[in-house]
């Protein structure tokens, strides 16, 4: 099962901010939090990840809550190529299994 | 850039074969990892492999086999297909820092159907 819960689906209009909301509610303090989407057809590709504090690269922005039990990736400006499905899942730092839930299929709307 | 090769994108085969998917990574990683992907399922862990000749069963280990002879290459192999095993079977490589698993980097995947 999942560790981490997501909403099935999202739309969002292209150029304005999209919010992905994620669940951690079994996180523990050495697990790190990784976000990865999916185009259609693709395999899924790494976007970003942090344990603690907020973190920012290219490509999108991501938020954890102090008690690190929600994040939320934040894609700027969204335009129709981040159309996907979005995956947050929570890493250890030791021999794990790495489970990737459903995801968010996020929809961006001319 | 990292390269993570599937052997091939499309595969079709039938109930009882022995089917062999092959992954080759070219980033020197030690983590290797196969997965299956099916509609509202997500993706579901099957085995992975932290070191050459090292396995460790996933979420969904039954029906299905893995060999890692070298460090590049992760075979998965279905040792009698069967229809429920039609699906989309993507590899996946990362290395460690420090403790931490970094990223995974994933192959495009090959969608497997089984008649």
């Known amino acids: 099962d999942a560790k981490t819960t997501q909403p099935t689906s999202m739309d969002c209009a292209e150029g304005r901010a999209a919010n992905l909301p994620c669940n951690h509610s079994?996180?523990?303090?050495?697990?790190?939090v990784y976000w990865y989407r999916q185009i259609h057809s693709q395999g899924p590709q790494y976007i970003i990840h942090g344990l603690k504090n907020n973190e920012t690269n290219e490509m999108a922005s991501l938020i954890i809550t102090e008690d690190r039990k929600s994040s939320t990736l934040i894609l700027p400006h969204a335009t129709l190529r981040d159309t996907a499905v979005y995956y947050c899942?929570?890493?250890?730092?030791?021999?794990?299994?790495?489970?990737f839930g459903p995801g968010t299929s996020l929809s961006v709307i001319p | 850039d990292v390269k993570v090769t599937q052997s091939s994108r499309y595969l079709v085969k039938r109930t009882g074969e022995k089917v062999f998917l092959e992954c080759v990574q070219d980033m020197d990683h030690e983590n290797m990892f196969w997965y299956r992907q099916d509609p509202g399922l997500g993706l579901r862990l099957i085995y992975f492999?932290?070191?050459?000749?090292?396995?460790e069963k996933g979420d969904i280990p039954e029906g299905y086999s893995v060999s890692r002879e070298k460090k590049e290459r992760f075979s998965l192999i279905l040792e009698s297909a069967s229809t429920n095993q039609t699906s989309m079977y993507l590899c996946?490589?990362?290395?460690?820092?420090?403790?931490?698993?970094?990223?995974?980097?994933f192959g495009p995947g090959t969608r497997l159907t089984v008649l």
């Open positions: 079994t996180i523990s303090g050495n697990e790190y």
């Open positions: 996946a490589s990362s290395s460690w820092t420090s403790g931490r698993l970094n990223e995974q980097f």
């Open positions: 492999s932290y070191d050459v000749k090292m396995k």
């Open positions: 899942i929570d890493v250890k730092t030791s021999y794990d299994k790495v489970i």
